[in-house]
C-alpha cells in the first residue's frame, strides 16, 4: 500500500512541476515532466490519465510549434468521448 502511495505522489509531485513549467512557458521542462506522468499512467493501465496527460502534451508541443509530435500525442489521446481538457 505504501509503494502504490508513493506513486501517487510522485505522480502528482511531476504533474504540478508541469503545470508550474507550462504557465511560466517553460515547454520544454513541461514536457519532461508531463512525459513522466504520461508513463506512470500507461503502467498504472489507466486510460483516462493516459489519455489526459496526451493531451497535456500535445498542447506543450503545440506550443513549441512542433505539430507533428503534438497530433501524435492527441491521436494517443484519441478519446471519442468528451473533451479532458478544457
Avoid: N, W
Avoid at 496526451?54 to 489521446?77: N, P
Amino acid at each position: 500500500m505504501k509503494a502504490l502511495a508513493t506513486d501517487i505522489v510522485s505522480l502528482r509531485m511531476s504533474h504540478c512541476r508541469a503545470e508550474h513549467a507550462a504557465e511560466g512557458a517553460q515547454y520544454h521542462l513541461a514536457v519532461m515532466h508531463y512525459r513522466v506522468c504520461l508513463e506512470a499512467a500507461e503502467r498504472r493501465e489507466d486510460c483516462r490519465a493516459t489519455q489526459f496527460f496526451a493531451l497535456k502534451l500535445a498542447a506543450c508541443y503545440d506550443e513549441m510549434g512542433l505539430t507533428e509530435k503534438a497530433a501524435g500525442f492527441r491521436a494517443l489521446a484519441c478519446t471519442g468521448d468528451s473533451p479532458l481538457l478544457g
